[in-house]
């Protein structure tokens, strides 16, 4: 019953911006990891952000700087804020939760930043 909504994705041009959102619903009683990895054909998942319960965030390396992820009001919701992005940033964009028992992954966002 758990389930993830992103939203947010599309195109845009080399140093511009977006913002991601994910929404999670279903019977959770608590989150203690959210944020969002990235995968691109033929390479590994890699991590962009998350954020703890206890708001503590951890930023992939190239990412650092240049992303932000905050937690919504009703703290089942996560913000990544995207700046300054790079064509080496195009990628499907993955929601992740973790409460506790298991992971749960959205089905994916296209952010691609091309001229």
């Known amino acids: 019953q758990v389930q993830l909504v992103e939203s947010g994705g599309g195109l845009v041009q080399p140093g511009g911006s977006l913002r991601l959102s994910c929404a999670a619903s279903g019977p959770i009683f608590r989150i203690y990891v959210m944020g969002w990895y990235r995968q691109t054909p033929g390479k590994q998942r890699e991590l962009v952000a998350t954020i703890a319960h206890t708001d503590r965030t951890n930023y992939g390396d190239s990412v650092k700087g240049r992303f932000t992820i905050s937690r919504e009001n009703d703290k089942q919701t996560v913000s990544l804020q995207m700046n300054s992005l790079k064509p080496e940033d195009t990628a499907v964009y993955y929601c992740?939760?973790?409460?506790?028992?298991?992971?749960?992954w959205g089905q994916g966002t296209q952010v691609t930043v091309s001229s």
């Open positions: 992740y939760l973790n409460p506790g028992l298991r992971d749960y």
